[in-house]
């Protein structure tokens, strides 16, 4: 186990010494995993559930981590979170027995062991013969629901188990702004999958936070728009990265664009929803658009680019669906093509839908992963929101093709740390970087750094996708 150390920090197991090197052994050690479950997962900030998922008073679902069950509940008074256990004798008053949801407003959440009754409140409002227990036994924190910290945010509810740890919005801060600017909080989920990996959560989340890997994971990415991941990561880098093939006209780059977007929304959707792929199809046609476009051909995609946005937003908002203007938003609160909120929440965005990753470990070398595509409806519409997550294995052929090429590397990536003489992950210090710094922000929980560092420094990883090792300043 940890121990303290004499300036009041603990010692970290496999520390991150150097920001280019991570070590193997935190991939699989035990005792490194024991640490995570102390020190990480009671005082980080949680996605706990998608409020879609309980849009009426009364409505509840149960939230399952690293050994702890919370119940979400959609009260009167706002969002409210309980330690999922009866207060007579510990068992679980919801979920379980393969139903996590559904809605207490009429009965209230009933104990299966003895029949102790709460209200969605967390107020026991029923104990069977109370002339049975002493006076002292029946005092309202004896017997009311735990409360849990709960925050909402980017339509989700977030929870904490740490009552002293920074809000919500102190610890990923101004990207929250930037991400209900895009009305995230509007999204409403389209599918949801799950799947369990052979493999450390750590390891499936590193996998999306840089595109290094898209040449030989995606390659039919790369295949359709070269000179933009070359321009990337095959040679230095420049100030404006090359979006077209210049030996090609205008309308053959378009075309190349509209090649890639199918590519990237094969069976994502909510990466690049189909609906926007149809109406960036309809504006192929460059030369009857009634645009002059520029002649520097990198310009002239720029421009279109901007002409399929706002199309996007005018043709969505005029079906009623709450998508914002995307060439204003994109210039005033940009996000990036990943986005992640720590500890295990992912956001891809490219333009008004989104898809989204969670991923929470179940030991040290295994981990549930969700997908979800998210998208606008309109307003004025009911949608049936998918209530529980349908279950594939890792390398079911109906995943996605994105996804299928990240889960058929990522079992394999967890076999060779183990390999004899593999001691460190060797880290691209410019491209890199968000793995980095995901491990040393980790170790500072596992330290023990103050809880207003850990803050700013979960703060930095917000646009470092693809991003450089910055300093964390603790």
């Given at each position: 186990?940890l121990k303290?150390?004499?300036?009041?920090?603990?010692?970290?197991?496999?520390?991150?010494d150097?920001?280019?090197?991570i070590?193997a052994?935190?991939?699989?050690?035990?005792?490194?995993?024991?640490?995570?479950?102390d020190?990480?997962?009671?005082h980080?900030?949680?996605m706990?559930?998608?409020l879609?998922r309980?849009?009426?008073?009364?409505?509840?679902?149960?939230?399952?981590?690293?050994?702890?069950?919370?119940?979400?509940?959609?009260?009167?008074?706002?969002?409210?979170a309980?330690?999922?256990?009866?207060r007579?004798?510990g068992?679980?008053?919801a979920?379980?027995?393969?139903?996590?949801?559904?809605?207490?407003?009429?009965?209230?959440?009933?104990c299966?062991?003895?029949?102790?009754?709460?209200?969605?409140?967390?107020?026991?409002?029923f104990?069977?013969?109370?002339?049975?227990?002493?006076?002292?036994?029946l005092g309202?924190?004896?017997?009311?629901?735990?409360?849990c910290?709960?925050?909402?945010?980017i339509?989700?509810?977030?929870?904490n188990?740490d009552?002293?740890?920074?809000?919500?919005r102190?610890?990923?801060g101004?990207?929250l702004?930037?991400?209900?600017?895009?009305?995230?909080?509007?999204l409403?989920a389209e599918?949801?999958?799950?799947?369990?990996?052979?493999?450390?959560?750590?390891?499936?989340?590193?996998a999306?936070?840089?595109?290094?890997?898209?040449?030989t994971?995606?390659?039919?990415?790369q295949a359709?728009?070269?000179?933009?991941?070359d321009g990337m990561?095959?040679?230095?880098?420049?100030?404006?990265?090359?979006?077209?093939?210049?030996?090609?006209?205008?309308r053959?780059?378009?075309?190349?664009q509209?090649?890639?977007?199918?590519?990237?929304?094969?069976?994502?959707?909510?990466?690049?929803?189909?609906?926007?792929?149809?109406?960036a199809?309809?504006?192929?046609?460059v030369?009857n658009?009634?645009?002059e476009?520029?002649?520097d051909?990198?310009?002239?995609i720029?421009?279109?680019l901007?002409?399929?946005?706002d199309?996007?937003?005018?043709?969505?908002?005029?079906?009623?669906?709450?998508v914002?203007?995307?060439?204003?938003?994109?210039?005033?609160?940009?996000v990036?093509a990943?986005e992640?909120l720590?500890?295990?929440?992912?956001?891809?965005?490219?333009?008004s839908?989104?898809?989204a990753?969670?991923?929470?470990?179940?030991?040290?070398?295994s981990?549930?992963?969700?997908?979800w595509?998210?998208t606008?409806?309109p307003?004025?519409?009911?949608?049936?929101?998918?209530?529980?997550?349908?279950?594939?294995?890792?390398?079911?052929?109906?995943?996605p093709?994105?996804?299928?090429q990240?889960y058929s590397?990522?079992?394999?990536n967890?076999?060779?740390?183990?390999?004899?003489?593999?001691e460190?992950?060797?880290?691209?210090k410019?491209?890199?970087?968000?793995?980095?710094?995901?491990?040393?922000?980790?170790d500072?929980?596992?330290?023990?750094?103050?809880?207003?560092?850990?803050?700013?420094?979960?703060?930095?990883?917000a646009g470092?996708?693809?991003?450089?090792?910055k300093?964390?300043?603790?």
């Amino acid at each position: 186990m940890l121990k303290s150390a004499d300036g009041g920090l603990r010692a970290v197991p496999f520390p991150v010494d150097d920001p280019e090197r991570i070590p193997a052994p935190r991939y699989y050690d035990t005792e490194f995993y024991q640490a995570e479950l102390d020190h990480v997962w009671p005082h980080s900030w949680q996605m706990a559930t998608r409020l879609d998922r309980i849009p009426e008073v009364g409505d509840w679902v149960e939230y399952q981590n690293v050994g702890q069950s919370v119940i979400i509940v959609n009260t009167d008074s706002g969002v409210k979170a309980f330690f999922n256990s009866c207060r007579h004798r510990g068992v679980p008053i919801a979920g379980g027995k393969g139903n996590d949801h559904g809605n207490c407003k009429a009965v209230g959440f009933v104990c299966p062991f003895h029949g102790w009754r709460y209200d969605m409140d967390g107020k026991n409002t029923f104990v069977y013969g109370k002339h049975l227990f002493s006076d002292r036994q029946l005092g309202s924190d004896d017997i009311n629901l735990i409360p849990c910290r709960v925050e909402t945010s980017i339509g989700c509810a977030w929870i904490n188990f740490d009552d002293d740890a920074p809000s919500l919005r102190d610890s990923i801060g101004p990207l929250l702004d930037r991400l209900e600017a895009h009305n995230v909080h509007k999204l409403k989920a389209e599918w949801w999958v799950g799947t369990v990996l052979p493999a450390n959560w750590k390891i499936a989340m590193e996998a999306f936070m840089e595109g290094y890997h898209v040449m030989t994971t995606h390659p039919q990415l790369q295949a359709v728009v070269p000179q933009l991941y070359d321009g990337m990561y095959k040679v230095p880098r420049k100030d404006q990265i090359e979006l077209v093939d210049q030996n090609k006209s205008l309308r053959e780059n378009v075309d190349d664009q509209l090649e890639s977007m199918l590519r990237l929304s094969d069976g994502m959707d909510g990466m690049l929803h189909k609906k926007e792929l149809e109406i960036a199809r309809g504006l192929a046609d460059v030369d009857n658009l009634g645009v002059e476009f520029p002649e520097d051909k990198n310009m002239a995609i720029m421009m279109w680019l901007g002409i399929v946005q706002d199309q996007i937003t005018k043709q969505l908002q005029a079906r009623g669906e709450p998508v914002p203007d995307l060439n204003t938003v994109c210039q005033t609160d940009p996000v990036n093509a990943v986005e992640f909120l720590f500890p295990h929440y992912f956001l891809l965005p490219y333009f008004s839908s989104f898809s989204a990753y969670r991923i929470r470990p179940l030991g040290p070398e295994s981990c549930f992963f969700e997908l979800w595509s998210l998208t606008t409806y309109p307003e004025d519409t009911d949608h049936e929101v998918p209530m529980e997550p349908t279950m594939l294995p890792y390398d079911s052929e109906k995943f996605p093709p994105i996804p299928r090429q990240d889960y058929s590397n990522i079992p394999l990536n967890q076999i060779g740390l183990h390999a004899k003489g593999f001691e460190y992950m060797r880290l691209s210090k410019d491209v890199e970087g968000m793995v980095s710094n995901f491990h040393r922000l980790l170790d500072g929980y596992l330290a023990g750094v103050p809880a207003e560092k850990l803050a700013k420094a979960n703060q930095m990883l917000a646009g470092n996708f693809d991003g450089v090792i910055k300093d964390l300043e603790f």
